[in-house]
């Protein structure tokens, strides 16, 4: 029986996803490195703000963490009971989720990488999309407690394998960005109504989900609303190319991504939205996309 579950980071997605555990666990803890952030979601939502000591003796601990590494040195210095599971939301390194899913085990511990898909705003509303990977009997375990903030919770295979898809996954999306903004690049400089072409495009079999929302909302709007910081998107796209060469694999388009995203330093691109590496398309082809 799940008794209780804690959630550790409350960044921009955490905030959210720990806010739907109480509709599925009447003991739901919240640690955060800032304290004040913990105790602000506990009179918020209605959760525990409670020490990391406290956090790590539940049933299930969820982590959202910027890097694997951040997880690593977390879990290194804690004291888990046998039995609990511990869900790492981080979009993180298959590597890692290997590493730290076998040292759990040994402790009588089940290690899942579970990233997630959907920006704040599918966090806000519980929509997110959770891929995982693991022990599918701890899989099985867990699950009731994930769709709490989930719309769609797939089990993808051994550990790292979430990891791997998640990677894959936000490095398609950033193709997909770039490849869009030098169409309407094109269009652009022809003359071209972008909103009526953004229009044509998405009731054609050129949309995506970027076309449908992030170009119009954020670039044409010129607005570059930061919800998912660009580093965060070049260290994922870092991941995927990794496994590109950890294979052995010649997939040059993904390279060619990297090496446009990898134009922001990465203090500037933690200052900044996924979407603001348009400006740098911009710059060079001297145009905006309005």
């Known amino acids: 029986m799940i008794q209780s579950v804690s959630f550790i980071g409350l960044g921009a997605m955490g905030w959210h996803m720990a806010s739907h555990l109480t509709q599925v666990c009447s003991q739901v803890y919240v640690w955060n490195r800032t304290f004040a952030k913990a105790k602000q979601h506990e009179q918020t939502f209605g959760t525990q703000a409670v020490d990391l000591t406290q956090a790590l003796q539940a049933d299930i601990i969820f982590s959202c963490l910027p890097t694997s590494q951040d997880v690593e040195n977390l879990i290194a210095d804690s004291q888990l009971k046998q039995g609990c599971i511990w869900v790492d939301c981080t979009s993180g390194v298959p590597e890692t989720a290997r590493k730290l899913s076998q040292q759990l085990k040994l402790n009588g511990v089940d290690y899942l990488d579970a990233p997630v898909s959907g920006q704040t705003i599918g966090a ?11 022990d599918e009997s701890a899989f099985k375990r867990a699950k009731p407690i994930i769709q709490a903030f989930a719309n769609l919770v797939e089990y993808v295979g051994e550990s790292g394998a979430a990891f ?38 998405n009731h054609s079999s050129g949309k995506s989900n970027i076309s449908e929302h992030i170009m119009m909302q954020r670039v044409l709007s010129r607005k570059f609303e930061k919800t998912f910081a660009l580093d965060l998107l070049q260290k ?55």
Request: aromatic residues 4%.
């Open 124 to 134: 806000e509303r519980g929509t997110l999309t959770v891929m995982v990977g693991g």
């Open 164 to 201: 791997a898809v998640k990677a894959i996954n936000n490095t398609l999306m950033a193709t997909h960005l770039w490849a869009l903004a030098e169409g309407l690049s094109i269009l652009k400089s022809q003359g071209v109504n972008l909103h009526s072409a953004m229009n044509c495009i």
């Open 236 to 290: 994922d796209i870092g991941i995927a190319l990794n496994l590109v060469t950890q294979n052995n694999l010649e997939l040059p388009a993904f390279s060619l991504i990297q090496q446009q995203f990898n134009q922001v330093s990465k203090p500037d691109a933690q200052q900044v939205d996924f979407s603001a590496i348009i400006k740098i398309l911009e710059q060079q082809n001297q145009l905006e996309l309005c």
